[in-house]
């Protein structure tokens, strides 16, 4: 049978707002909680920041016009609270809004769908001094700047995304100090873990409230858990992983409860959670978004506090420039696993991609394995479409070579390449194969 997708499939890309814009310091933008990390030595490999990134903020409708010329059909990105709402709370930058404005306007003359995601992490630092996520405070701040994002876009954007990967905001950056804004603090990490779902949750009500018709999902990044054995503990250890990982944010969503046992191995550390706060985390959504990059392997391992497991690399596998092993199979056993036990309306793929050392050769760049990495995860969604599970769309990460976080410009994720030095931009083999399978909508 041939690999084709239901009719009107939402073929995608996705970027986030600290990662490709650069204009740092213009038209009123604060500061965010990235800038400041980036900024002080240490934290990013290289001194890295994201002041230029892809210039994205003035090279935009070059972009648009990229994305029109492989036939993407929409196109995620996030908005900078920062650029929005400067301090975080209070006056608002128009020059900032503004610019959201214009390039909503420009995709959808392009004839691409926005999605938009409202927090991708780049918090405004005016925030953060006053506790960031881990202050429930937190909560009110998000939902003002979310009334005023969707009060002057909602007209023209459908789909919103709230939040992108809570489980990294929370604890990449307040646990294991990795991202913005480097705590390493796990009381600080859960409780910041219960603010971002509460934040969402009320998000969605005014998401509601102001949009005609819109659809609204929050974005997880998550994993398909195996145990490094089939010894029973390391089959307890991949339960407490799934845990950590998956259930602590699906089970609220879809639920209205926290996972018990992951909240039993918790203990004094677990969250404070208010009356009614788990009744606004459950506000149906209309979709939701999966970041699937690879699955992780766990052992059994008393040594590690909490979770007592421990990640195992299979040897016979293959690893990208993250570390992390291509695993297609990953991505079609959650999407299974997703529709059996939460049985979510509708799933996007938010974000699915590869990094690899790429090389410009005669202006080409033959990324064959990024090419395969993508023919075999677009495989893996369709058996999963096939037997059932209602996803609608799949957005590749990324549609440029950007700032990766913690590893500054040295990881390339793009399905086009981006030359820092002269903001050159070069369709990678991968995108000329993403091109062709938007066209067939399928796999040619
Ligand atoms: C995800 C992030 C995204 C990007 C990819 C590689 O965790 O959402 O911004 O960095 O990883």
């Known amino acids: ?66 994305m029109q010329s492989l036939g993407l059909k929409a ?23 503004d610019f959201y404005d214009r390039l909503v306007d420009g995709l959808l003359a392009a004839g691409i769908e926005p999605f938009v995601t409202l927090y991708h992490w780049d918090l405004p630092q005016a925030l953060q001094d006053r506790g960031g996520w881990p202050n429930r405070d937190s909560v009110a701040w998000f939902a003002d700047y979310v009334a005023v994002v969707s009060r002057r876009l909602s007209d023209r954007v459908r789909y919103w995304i709230t939040h992108n990967e809570p489980w990294v ?24 873990a219960h603010h971002l779902l509460l934040s969402h949750g009320q998000a969605v009500s005014i998401l509601r409230r102001n949009g005609n018709g819109a659809q609204v999902g929050i974005t997880l ?44 191995l918790c203990g004094d550390l677990a969250p404070r959670i208010e009356e009614g706060d788990l009744q606004q985390i459950s506000a149906p ?33 293959e690893y990208t420039e993250m570390g992390w092993e291509v695993y297609p199979e990953g991505l079609y056993r959650l999407l299974r696993r997703l529709q059996e036990d939460y049985a979510p309306g509708a799933l996007y793929i938010t974000e699915n991609g590869a990094a690899f050392a790429d090389r410009v050769e005669d202006g080409r760049v033959h990324d064959e394995r990024r090419v395969a990495y993508l023919r075999e995860h677009f495989a893996a969604a369709w058996r999963a479409i096939q037997e059932g599970v209602p996803l609608r769309g799949y957005f590749v990460w990324s ?42 909508n399928g796999l040619p």
């Open 1 to 66: 049978m041939a690999t084709i997708f239901p009719n009107g499939f939402v073929w995608g890309a996705a970027t986030a707002s600290y990662q490709i814009e650069g204009a740092a310091n213009e038209d009123g933008r604060g500061e965010s909680i990235w800038d400041r990390f980036s900024h002080t030595p240490g934290n990013v490999l290289n001194g890295d920041t994201g002041d230029v990134a892809d210039d994205h903020y003035h090279r935009w409708p070059q972009d648009v016009a990229l």
């Open 75 to 97: 196109y995620r990105f996030s908005i900078a609270w920062p650029r929005v709402i400067p301090d975080g709370i209070g006056a608002v930058n128009a020059a900032g809004l």
């Open 285 to 317: 959504i209309d979709f939701l978004g999966v970041n699937y990059y690879s699955r992780s392997v766990v052992a059994d391992d008393p040594n590690i506090p909490i979770l007592r497991a421990r990640a195992v690399l299979p040897p016979e596998a």
């Open 221 to 264: 990044n998550l994993s398909w858990v195996d145990p490094a054995s089939d010894r029973p503990a390391d089959i307890e250890a991949a339960r407490r992983q799934d845990g950590y990982v998956n259930r602590m944010f699906l089970d609220p969503v879809f639920k209205g409860s926290y996972p018990s046992d992951f909240m039993e």
């Open 399 to 440: 549609l440029l070579d950007n700032f990766e976080w913690a590893y500054g410009y040295s990881k390339r994720f793009g399905i086009v390449y981006v030359d820092y030095a002269t903001q050159e931009r070069i369709l990678k083999d991968s995108a000329l194969f993403y091109r062709d399978v938007i066209a067939a």
């Open 169 to 192: 905001v929370a604890f990449v950056g307040h646990l294991m100090g990795v991202h913005a804004p480097g705590m390493r603090d796990p009381k600080a990490a859960l409780q910041a």
